[in-house]
């Protein structure tokens, strides 16, 4: 197993840094409390690179940021050991299997997920994971699919599967902070096998959803899908108290290394319960050519199409322990500070007139809500001003942030206003015509806003982050005037 380097690098001048406080032990929920000057300790040692650039991260909903010593650490591992395709009886290879065990051994622990219960699939990312769901799914005609109107893309294309096969589609609506209402009414009792999908945190709004909505769909007879990508890195999800059916997952947006490994978690009952429409190298027992017949594996091995990527996955074990020696709870306050400091800031500026410079959407306090902050800049008329006008300037003054709609139609199309009518006819003519989000604006009349910047916190942002962000938009006072 690759120990965390975060845990060896200088821990004994770390611990004197930090008042005799030590990393070690820390745990998933709870252990020692890191305040701020261990929060600013850890950012110097491992995320250095930040100040020496000059630049301000502010995009943790897109990736988290590694730490210096995980990627040491990796490369370190990979120098001094050989390693081989997996699917083999070889000394490289059972090295390798081993690897990959200790890596699905440690993603259920952290999780608190019981082995004889759930599974880790590897995947590229959490929407590959979604997929290995959406395509195995036994739909029917009868079967009912409910997603949220605040799911990431990569679960409303679910819907296109569950259509094909004869499932009726419903989407829970959104109220005005962008949280789901009237579950009720959605998750009617299915007759069928059926499908809730819903983010645990919208990646669009950082609204957390109630996690109590699992064993209210199972409950009226469906599965259920979490995508705990957004909420995971900041917050400890407990598989032996919440029992969703699959729970899908990127690791770089929890740690930021190794980028292109992803899990779904799945309970084994589930798992077996899919019926795949395909098979590959690695996923079967045998096939035959002269008889078209094949055996597929049991578990997760039956979902793993090809090699799995062993290198990378030895990189996983290392981003775990860091999370689980910061504490997410820990993770959590600081990232909850932080946002409520944001919020405030930004609520805080005006035009000299004393219109607001800025509207969010979504949360205004922090009450089950995550780091992930969307907004648009406002003219001294009230109008939004064009999110790609936010994001040059940013880019001038070196502080990533995001702009768009960020793959989340539902959450966009609900903050925004969206007319239905006439947002069905412009996107018709997108179909003829071709799509930009400026001939969607243009078409739409100009008046509605067609998308907005979006700011995320995480471990090492600090103030001075936000402040330069601040920054930007008090720096857009005078054009937005005009």
């Not at 950012?43 to 250095?48: D, L, P």
């Not at 730490?67 to 997996?86: D, F, I, M, W, Y």
């Not at 206003?417 to 604006?441: D, I, N, T, Y």
């Amino acid at each position: 197993m690759l120990s965390a380097p975060f845990a060896r690098a200088g821990a004994e001048a770390a611990d004197t840094a930090l008042g005799g406080v030590s990393i070690a032990g820390a745990s998933l929920g709870d252990g020692v409390l890191r305040d701020d000057a261990w929060f600013a300790a850890l950012r110097a040692r491992e995320f250095g690179r930040l100040d020496r650039s000059g630049e301000a991260y502010l995009d943790y909903t897109g990736s988290a940021l590694y730490t210096e010593s995980h990627v040491r650490g990796h490369l370190e591992l990979l120098a001094g050991s050989v390693l081989g395709n997996p699917h083999s009886q070889s000394v490289a290879s059972l090295r390798s299997s081993e690897i990959i065990e200790d890596a699905r051994r440690l993603t259920l622990a952290f999780f608190s997920a019981d082995p004889g219960e759930y599974e880790v699939v590897f995947t590229a990312n959490a929407s590959g994971a979604i997929r290995l769901v959406a395509e195995a799914f036994r739909f029917q005609a009868g079967s009912r699919l409910v997603l949220a109107a605040d799911n990431h893309n990569s679960v409303n294309g679910i819907r296109e599967l569950a259509r094909a096969r004869g499932a009726d589609v419903v989407y829970a609506r959104l109220d005005d902070e962008l949280r789901l209402q009237g579950m009720d009414r959605s998750l009617t009792r299915a007759m069928a096998p059926s499908l809730f999908a819903f983010p645990a945190q919208s990646n669009f709004s950082g609204v957390q959803h109630p996690l109590g909505l699992i064993d209210a769909a199972q409950r009226a007879g469906y599965a259920v899908l979490l995508d705990a990508a957004a909420f995971v890195p900041t917050n400890a999800l407990r598989l032996d108290a919440v029992r969703p059916e699959f729970v899908a997952l990127s690791f770089y947006k929890m740690f930021g290394y190794p980028t292109g490994i992803g899990a779904l978690i799945a309970r084994r009952d589930a798992l077996a319960a899919l019926v795949r429409p395909w098979f590959a190298g690695g996923t079967v027992e045998f096939v035959s050519t002269q008889h078209r017949m094949h055996m597929l594996k049991t578990g997760a091995e039956a979902f793993e199409d090809g090699t799995p990527n062993f290198a990378s996955i030895a990189a996983v074990p290392a981003g775990l322990e860091l999370l689980g020696e910061i504490g997410l709870a820990n993770v959590k306050r600081r990232v909850g500070q932080l946002t409520v400091h944001l919020l405030a800031e930004l609520a805080s500026l005006r035009h000299p007139d004393g219109h607001a410079m800025t509207r969010v959407y979504g949360p205004t306090n922090n009450h089950a809500r995550g780091g992930t902050v969307a907004f648009n800049v406002l003219d001294r008329f009230g109008r939004a001003v064009p999110y790609q006008q936010v994001e040059r300037v940013a880019l001038e003054r070196g502080v990533s942030i995001r702009g768009g709609c960020f793959c989340n139609p539902g959450a966009a199309e609900r903050a925004f206003g969206f007319p239905a009518a006439e947002a069905a006819a412009c996107m018709e003519r997108a179909r003829r015509e071709g799509f930009s989000v400026e001939k969607f604006g243009e078409c739409l009349g100009g008046s509605v806003a067609v998308g907005a910047v979006r700011a995320s916190v995480g471990i090492a942002t600090n103030e001075a982050d936000v402040a330069r962000l601040i920054e930007c938009v008090r720096a857009m006072r005078t054009g937005s005037d005009s």
